[in-house]
C-alpha cells in the first residue's frame, strides 16, 4: 500500500492527561489474550462491570464483536489476523487518547502482532493479561463447538488447532482461567492496576 504522503497530524486542545483528570482515573488497554475457550470474553465483561461500578470509563473490544463491524471484511488466516488485530489496536489506542480504559478481548495468536500494538502505546498503558488455560481444558469446554469443527476439517486455520498460538513471554498478568475463578482473577487485575495506580480506587470509592 502506497503511503500518503500529505497528511498531518493535527494536536488536539484537550490532552490525554486532561481527559484522565477530569475522568479521575488513568488511561490504558487491557489487552486479554489466550486460546478460544480461555475466558477472555467473560473476563473481559468482568472487569469492565467492575471498573464501571467504580466509575470507570471503560469499554469492552470482543473479538466477535468487532468482526460483526469494525472488521466484518476480514477472513482468519494470519495475514488478515494481522489486520484484524491492528485495528483493534488502533480503536483501543483511541479509547485510551480519549482518557477512557480499553478492556481488548481477542485471542492475537502471535508475539510479534502483539508486540506490534503494544509499541503504540506510552510505556505502562499497554497491560497484557494472559488468559492461561491448556488447550484440553478449552477444547473440554468448547462453547461455541468450534474446537469440534476445527478436528472434523470444517474450520482452517483454528488456533491451537490448525494454526499456532504463540504465549506471551512478558506478559504483565497472567491468569490461570482453567483452575481460578473469575471473581479471583478479577480482583488480581484490580490488585495490579491499584499497586500501577492506573487506577486510585481510594479515590474513585470518594467520588
Not at 494536536?11 to 482515573?25: I, T, W
Not at 473481559?44 to 463491524?69: E, K, P, T
Given at each position: 500500500m502506497e503511503t500518503v504522503k500529505h497528511l498531518t497530524w493535527h494536536v488536539q486542545d484537550v490532552s490525554r492527561e486532561m481527559r484522565e483528570a477530569r475522568n479521575g482515573h488513568g488511561s490504558f488497554v487491557l489487552w486479554l489474550t489466550g486460546l478460544s475457550g480461555a475466558g477472555k470474553s467473560t473476563l473481559a465483561a468482568a472487569i469492565d462491570r467492575r471498573l464501571f461500578d467504580l466509575g470507570c470509563h471503560s469499554m469492552v473490544l470482543d473479538g466477535d464483536n468487532v468482526r460483526q463491524g469494525l472488521c466484518a471484511d476480514l477472513g482468519f488466516s494470519l495475514d488478515e489476523r494481522r489486520e484484524n488485530i491492528r485495528r483493534v489496536g488502533e480503536v483501543?489506542?483511541?479509547?485510551?487518547?480519549?482518557?477512557?480504559?480499553?478492556?481488548?478481548?481477542?485471542?492475537?495468536?502471535?508475539?510479534?502482532?502483539?508486540d506490534r500494538v503494544r509499541s503504540r502505546f506510552a510505556a505502562g498503558r499497554f497491560v497484557e493479561i494472559w488468559c492461561d488455560a491448556p488447550l484440553q481444558v478449552c477444547e473440554q469446554r468448547d462453547p461455541k463447538g468450534l474446537y469440534k469443527k476445527a478436528r472434523a476439517g470444517q474450520l482452517c486455520d483454528f488456533t491451537g488447532v490448525s494454526s499456532p498460538y504463540e504465549p506471551p513471554l512478558r506478559a504483565e498478568i497472567r491468569l490461570d482461567t482453567?483452575?481460578?475463578?473469575?471473581?479471583?482473577?478479577?480482583?488480581?487485575?484490580?490488585?495490579?492496576?491499584?499497586?500501577?495506580?492506573?487506577?486510585?480506587?481510594?479515590?474513585?470509592?470518594?467520588?
Amino acid at each position: 500500500m502506497e503511503t500518503v504522503k500529505h497528511l498531518t497530524w493535527h494536536v488536539q486542545d484537550v490532552s490525554r492527561e486532561m481527559r484522565e483528570a477530569r475522568n479521575g482515573h488513568g488511561s490504558f488497554v487491557l489487552w486479554l489474550t489466550g486460546l478460544s475457550g480461555a475466558g477472555k470474553s467473560t473476563l473481559a465483561a468482568a472487569i469492565d462491570r467492575r471498573l464501571f461500578d467504580l466509575g470507570c470509563h471503560s469499554m469492552v473490544l470482543d473479538g466477535d464483536n468487532v468482526r460483526q463491524g469494525l472488521c466484518a471484511d476480514l477472513g482468519f488466516s494470519l495475514d488478515e489476523r494481522r489486520e484484524n488485530i491492528r485495528r483493534v489496536g488502533e480503536v483501543g489506542k483511541l479509547l485510551v487518547d480519549a482518557g477512557g480504559i480499553a478492556i481488548v478481548a481477542l485471542i492475537s495468536p502471535l508475539r510479534a502482532d502483539r508486540d506490534r500494538v503494544r509499541s503504540r502505546f506510552a510505556a505502562g498503558r499497554f497491560v497484557e493479561i494472559w488468559c492461561d488455560a491448556p488447550l484440553q481444558v478449552c477444547e473440554q469446554r468448547d462453547p461455541k463447538g468450534l474446537y469440534k469443527k476445527a478436528r472434523a476439517g470444517q474450520l482452517c486455520d483454528f488456533t491451537g488447532v490448525s494454526s499456532p498460538y504463540e504465549p506471551p513471554l512478558r506478559a504483565e498478568i497472567r491468569l490461570d482461567t482453567a483452575a481460578r475463578s473469575v471473581a479471583d482473577d478479577v480482583d488480581a487485575v484490580m490488585e495490579f492496576l491499584g499497586e500501577r495506580e492506573l487506577v486510585r480506587f481510594a479515590e474513585m470509592a470518594q467520588r
